[in-house]
């Protein structure tokens, strides 16, 4: 009896050491060569030690056709389970590129689809490692189908668990959608993704085209923002990973993690009332605000190279996580064109989601003119900026460091778009448009029939932005609760967030909202 | 009082002996003791005092544990850095409380969100 239980136990053993083994040492060499580690060795990067608990581990597919019945590999290419990750449990699933080249078959998708289930009956985070090649060709329709399994759970995760997509590796065809319906993707190294390769591209339009130039993480988290953040090697993508959950509650009903926190909430930073140049064309970078008010060694910036005239980010403020947006003076003078207004949107919409309160910082001269952005849709960009914020029901403050123009105020977190509380440095200049354009339609004639039209201009100009052009007027009707010392920016927000903190609001009930597209 | 006698006798003897073999024993304790002792150091009668900054080179150079100053600053660095990325991925000893956790949320927070995720439900149903 004892001799048999030895030889089921002997039995099992070997079909998980085969399992750990993946496509087998020597693909497991050849994925070394590459530069990158195997599946199961990058969750054992990403999970605290001895926490990962793997499930499916001994699936294999059932396909004969294609000489694939002499291709069986236990976990078919895939390794699911749950772990920890800074003691946070989380949901996992890493694609094996040793087994078929990860390629996306129907026992994969079985296997998330799985995972995925659990991570959103459990409300924990779920992060997904991509290593794939693309849909299995040999499985035919059935790993087309397989995509639909796990898009729909993707989307029925959107909004209530955190989930992260890693891509380290190619990501093409069909399985790009995957990572980009969920709520942050990171690539690391030499990663890439595209819905059509090179070779089809030059097949189809002519045009030649390598796969980094093509879809490398330069592309995406510069040009074509659909990554969120890049990493030079995987193991620094990892870190990225656990740095960016720090920030994330498990899901949508719970708070995010507050560390203790060692930058003391008081602290006022003299610097900051020296940041804002006399000369108000001169530019300045916001991230030295950021950094100067929010916890030391706190900011973690999203998509920072794509659309740089806006800054989005987490930070954190008295140990607790915060999403931080604002205009960037230093780029485009901090204009909103139809790719800042997409960055901002989104990242004001996932912050309402997982709970994290929202600070503003305003400095904006407007909306980008131009032909290209009106015929691009400029309108109805921004308009999904104004639809987020008038949405989001967590705590919201904003704060006027220098220009705030026309629409670009009021869609930039103004006090009427239900937001908490408006604070304004003294600097601020609070108006309908600029003092030339605005004398200009005001005075025109008045100016036509002066002697000097040159003088009478200048002199208007300067009599309106002396009336215009600062935070009082704003403050006298109420658009601004409070005009503050840029150095008591930080002891004002922790105050005021400690008050907020236990916000809520709650929208008119409806299916879902149809936000601008 | 012969059996007095005997008695004092007796008594003097057993604590003589107990207070013989006690000196006997401090003795061999003093003698443990100094052959113990830590060798003394022999200090050159003419040498001069050393330089401040070569004392206080020497004190840098070596710590109580006997460690390279170098080996001392690597952990301290080492040491400080594990602590800031632990603290960036907001490990448990960082924490204030559990991630997510609802433990410390009032009854106000609680309740708000469950209304805010309620889903909608038509007239009469």
Known sequence: ?517 | MENLAWGLQMTVLGMGLVFALLALLWGLLRLVLWLDRPAAETVPAETAPPEPAAAAAATAGTGDAGMDAELVAAILVATMTHRAVRRREAAPVMRSYWPGSLLYASRWVGAGRSRQHRAWLGRGR
């Open chain 1, 1 to 517: 009896m004892e001799a048999k239980t030895n030889d089921h136990l002997q039995t099992l053993r070997e079909m998980r050491s085969r399992a750990v083994l993946g496509g087998g040492r020597k693909r497991i060499e050849q994925q070394h060569a590459r530069g990158k580690f195997t599946a199961r060795e990058r969750l054992a990067l990403l999970l605290d030690e001895g926490t990962f608990q793997e499930f499916g581990a001994l699936a294999t597919h059932q396909v004969n056709e294609f000489g694939l019945d002499r291709q069986r590999y236990p976990g078919d290419g895939i390794v699911t389970g749950f772990g920890k990750v800074s003691g946070r449990r989380v949901a996992v699933f890493a694609q094996d590129f040793t087994v078929l080249g990860g390629s996306f078959s129907e026992v994969q998708a079985q296997k998330i689809s799985r995972i995925q289930d659990l991570a959103i009956e459990s409300g924990i985070p779920i992060i997904g490692l991509n290593d794939s090649g693309g849909a299995r060709i040999q499985e035919g329709v059935r790993s087309l189908a397989a995509y639909g399994e796990v898009f729909v759970r993707n989307v029925m995760a959107s909004g209530v668990i955190p989930q992260i997509s890693l891509i380290l590796g190619p990501c093409a065809g069909g399985a790009v959608y995957s990572p980009a319906l969920t709520d942050f993707v990171v690539m690391a190294g030499d990663s890439t993704m595209f819905l059509t390769g090179p070779d089809v591209i030059k097949a189809v339009t002519g045009e030649q085209v390598t796969a980094q130039t093509l879809g490398g993480a330069d592309v995406h988290t510069g040009r074509s923002g659909v990554a969120h953040l890049a990493a030079p090697t995987e193991l620094a993508g990892l870190a990225l990973v656990k740095r960016l959950l720090s920030y994330l509650p498990q899901n949508n009903n719970e708070d995010p993690p507050q560390i203790r926190p060692e930058d003391p909430p008081g602290r006022m930073d003299d610097a900051l009332n020296a940041l804002i140049p006399n000369d108000e064309n001169q530019p300045y970078d916001m991230r030295d605000a950021i950094t100067a008010i929010f916890d030391a060694d706190g900011f973690l910036e999203i998509q920072p190279a794509f659309a740089a005239n806006a800054v989005v980010g987490f930070v954190r403020l008295d140990g607790y996580p915060i999403g931080v947006v604002a205009n960037q003076p230093a780029f485009m003078s901090g204009a909103l064109n139809i790719d800042a207004s997409d960055k901002i949107a989104r990242f004001i919409r996932t912050c309402d989601a997982y709970n994290l309160p929202i600070v503003t910082f305003v400095d904006c001269p407007g909306f980008l003119p131009g032909v290209d952005q009106e015929y691009a849709g400029v309108i109805r960009h921004g308009a999904k900026i104004i639809y987020a914020y008038c949405e989001a029901t967590v705590p919201k403050i904003s704060i006027v460091t220098r220009k705030a123009m026309g629409g670009a105020y009021v869609a930039m977190s103004s006090k009427q778009m239900r937001t908490d509380l408006a604070f304004a440095w003294p600097t601020a200049q609070i108006a309908v448009m600029g003092a030339e354009p605005a004398v200009r339609l005001l005075y025109r004639d008045e100016v036509a029939g002066a002697s000097d039209p040159a003088a009478r201009t200048r002199e208007l100009v300067a009599e309106y932005r002396e009336k215009f052009f600062n935070p009082y007027r704003a403050a006298d009707v109420g658009q601004i609760d409070e005009v503050i010392e840029p150095r008591e920016t930080r002891p004002r927000l922790v105050r005021a967030l400690e008050v907020l903190r236990t916000k809520v609001q709650q929208n008119p009930p409806k299916k879902h909202g149809l936000s601008p597209t």
